[in-house]
């Protein structure tokens, strides 16, 4: 695995500092995490997640390249895009599924470059942004994830993505870090 | 549905037919839009989309806008918006005549806003808007300044938190469904072509707006037009790009001070 992508909305982010905690530290495969946020509120969202983690935890920057035991957040009114170069980019182009950054957008850029060589996983959420992108994850032969939905605190965003592709590993929390650990393990 | 390898083909193709050079336009953002723009008009591959291009001229307009991202709002990024007031107007206020450039002004959202903000510090008289786009179509809409009233509500906020003192209301006569802008705000305000990548210097301008334009552009082309940049600027010019783009990266960096590293306002020192 080269990198892995994380997209979440309502509910996803005690989900996701979580993972981040139960994360080995030998695990540096670099990680995106797309998470819905309000626009023009700096939030610190970042700092949480470095409390949590033993990755470099930083906002993606443009044309910036992705390393590892690196951890990108994506700015609030972007999108975000990854370059063939593994050059990240900044999109200001119109919301999808009424987000900006949107999971689709960022799932799907991603796939496109890395083809198998990626894993996304999809987390609570009450709309149906992600589901598409994940779907083109698998489609091309990378890992896709999806929070269990019996788990996840709003299950929209995990249903809706089983909805149009069934063949993702539908997963608990416990069992997500666990598939992560063993899989990214020294990369 | 296009592929990385499809790019090459269809930049050269663009340019040889059309002129516009999109060779150092970020791929990852080119292959987005080229692939949206093929999902909106239901065109399955690239030899059709090949075919389109070199066959039907008039929908390269349609190409051309979806390519190139028109996306913008009325002051957006409200506290870009304060930081010109409290940073750089007091300053420019000096002069006999203020010009300003906004390229990449898209539908004219920012310049319009820019326009207002003056109007309100009682600069507007003294000052001169250039307002340049790749976009023909973008410049038309610009000039006409009509807007649809859906987006109205968050222009609104945005007008607000920047200080606006007014309502946004005032500078638009609005029906139902749009609003136009004041005409007494177009008056110091010229829309024109200006394409960045191939075009020089535009006129030298105390205040230079170019924002979320250049994350379209790969890294050499971001310098070249940061560069292109520094030379339309007066010693103490000031150059504001977006929010998430930085002059840190470029050859001209040590030429500038920064002015609020948030809201990347730049002043041109030497
Ligand atoms: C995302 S909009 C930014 C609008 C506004 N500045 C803002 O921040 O809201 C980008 C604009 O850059 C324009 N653009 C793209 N390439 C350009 C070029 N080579 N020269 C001039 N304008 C260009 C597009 O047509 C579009 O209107």
Known sequence: ?187 | MIEFNDLKEIVFLIEKQYGYDFSDYSRASMLRRINRFMEISNMGSVVDLKYELINNSVNFNTFLNEIVVNVSEFFRDPSFFKSLKTNVFPYLESYPKINIWSAGCSFGEETYSLAILLKELDLLHKSRLYATDISSNAIEKSKKGIYSNKSFKEYSNNYFSCGGKESLNEYFISDGKKSIINSDLKKEILFTRHNLVADGVFKECQLILCRNVLIYFNEDLQDKVLNLFYDSLPIHGFLALGKKETLRFSSVFDKFKEIDSTEKIYQKIK
């Open chain 1, 1 to 187: 695995m080269e990198m892995i992508i994380i997209g979440g909305s309502a509910g996803s982010f005690s989900i996701i500092l979580s993972i981040l905690k139960g994360l080995d530290k030998k695990v540096q495969t670099p990680i995106v995490v797309i998470l819905h946020r309000l626009k023009n509120v700096d939030s610190s969202l970042e700092k949480h997640l470095q409390l949590h983690s033993h990755y470099k935890v930083k906002e993606a920057e443009d044309k910036e390249i992705v390393k590892k035991g690196h951890l990108y957040t994506v700015p609030a009114n972007y999108h975000l895009l990854l370059e063939e170069n593994r050059h990240l980019s900044l999109d200001s182009s119109e919301l999808i599924n009424y987000s900006r950054p949107s999971i689709d957008v960022t799932f799907e850029s991603f796939s496109t470059v890395l083809k198998e060589k990626c894993s996304g996983i999809l987390l609570s959420g009450s709309n149906h942004d992600g589901a598409r992108g994940l779907k083109l994850i698998a489609e091309n032969g990378g890992k896709s994830i999806v929070q269990d939905c019996n788990e996840a605190e709003f299950d929209v965003m995990p249903k809706a993505a089983i909805r149009i592709y069934e063949h993702h590993k539908v997963l608990t929390l416990n069992n997500i870090i666990k598939n992560l650990n063993e899989e990214s393990y020294g990369y």
